[in-house]
């Protein structure tokens, strides 16, 4: 596929609820803030997001996170996102 200039690919779900053309999917998102430098990734589940503990939690409106929530809440790289859903999921 050739690399569009216009269009970043910044979410994913996992081809099984593609397929299923699930709406309540489990969602990893890549996102850039001014609270913190460069992209981070984001797995969400309705309004809950995933933590760097594997545990979900509630996510609030940006104007109530703090440097502690993103600092918990946000992965550095995609493969840190999936490698903590994957502990979540396997701790359900």
Do not use: H
């Not at 299923?20 to 984001?42: D, H, L, Q, T, V």
């Not at 929530?69 to 396997?90: G, M, N, P």
């Amino acid at each position: 596929m050739k690399q569009n200039k216009e269009w970043m690919p910044v979410e994913w779900i996992q081809q099984k609820d593609y397929d299923e053309m699930n709406k309540s999917a489990i969602r990893i998102s890549m996102s850039n803030s001014p609270f913190y430098k460069g992209n981070r990734f984001i797995v969400r589940n309705g309004c809950s997001c995933l933590n760097k503990s594997s545990e979900w939690e509630y996510e609030p409106m940006p104007s109530n996170r703090d440097d502690a929530f993103y600092k918990r809440c946000r992965f550095d790289t995609f493969e840190e996102a999936v490698e903590s859903l994957k502990k979540a999921e396997k701790n359900e």
